[in-house]
């Protein structure tokens, strides 16, 4: 089955940095797009970041241009999300997901920008 676990989470202050790590098992890893979401308290949740199979086409939300960075390693089943310059409202939980044949999401990890 269809397995996505977020890591990486953690406690960091304004301007600092993080990365998260999506391990993907289950399904052909390479022949899907692979995507970050992020939810806040009282928010829904949004769409952070989309990387396509190879990693030749990505998009991000105008919140995180310039800041966030997707990337992936077909080889280890990974997707990453590089984060800097982060500030209190990245504050969310952050989850990876996969559509394979219907949406997958991990368990989610927890980041919080705060002084």
């Known amino acids: 089955q269809v397995q996505l676990v977020e890591s990486g989470g953690g406690l960091v202050q304004p301007g600092g940095s993080l990365r998260l790590s999506c391990a993907a098992s289950?399904?052909?890893?390479?022949?899907?797009?692979m995507s970050w979401y992020r939810q806040a308290p009282g928010k829904e949740r949004e769409l952070v970041a989309t990387m396509s199979t190879t990693g030749g086409s990505t998009s991000y939300a105008n919140s995180v241009k310039g800041r966030f960075t997707i990337s992936r390693d077909n080889a280890k089943n990974t997707v990453y999300l590089h984060m800097n310059s982060l500030k209190p409202e990245d504050t969310a939980v952050y989850y990876c997901?996969?559509?394979?044949?219907?949406?997958?999401w991990g368990q989610g990890t927890q980041v919080t920008v705060s002084s």
């Open positions: 289950g399904f052909s890893f390479s022949s899907y797009a």
């Open positions: 997901s996969a559509w394979v044949f219907k949406a997958y």
